[in-house]
């Protein structure tokens, strides 16, 4: 396991070495750290998973048993926080997702909201 750190001070090296994780330090943003992660990863698999993310026991066991017909996979996230902003952001996911089905949804080169529609 490998988690890249931009030198927070909520413990998460200590966190992260207890568990025997590799530590890589990273000075940028969210790009970069995945950047960094992905460059030094040796294993068949990679998951991208920000702080934030609580997955379910069975995540990485059900993923790696769907990647033989698919070549990535996307977690989907749904916060169970009640406040205001988890609510926004849940609701936020929903609109994009409905969209989905429609032919001017998604490109996957200018990203999943398409202005003027």
Request: aromatic content about 12%.
């Amino acid at each position: 396991m490998i988690v890249v750190d931009s030198y927070s001070k909520d413990k998460t090296r200590d966190i992260a070495l207890s568990f025997g994780a590799r530590v890589i330090d990273c000075r940028g943003k969210l790009l970069e750290a995945r950047y960094l992660g992905l460059k030094e990863s040796k294993g068949d698999y990679v998951a991208l998973i920000d702080t934030d993310q609580v997955l379910k026991p069975d995540t990485i066991e059900k993923a790696v048993g769907l990647m033989d017909k698919y070549d990535m996979l996307v977690f989907e996230e749904k916060s169970y926080n009640n406040w205001l902003i988890p609510k926004l952001y849940s609701a936020s996911k929903e609109v994009i997702n409905r969209r989905f089905d429609q032919s001017y949804a998604f490109d996957p080169i200018k990203g999943g909201i398409q202005r003027g529609f």
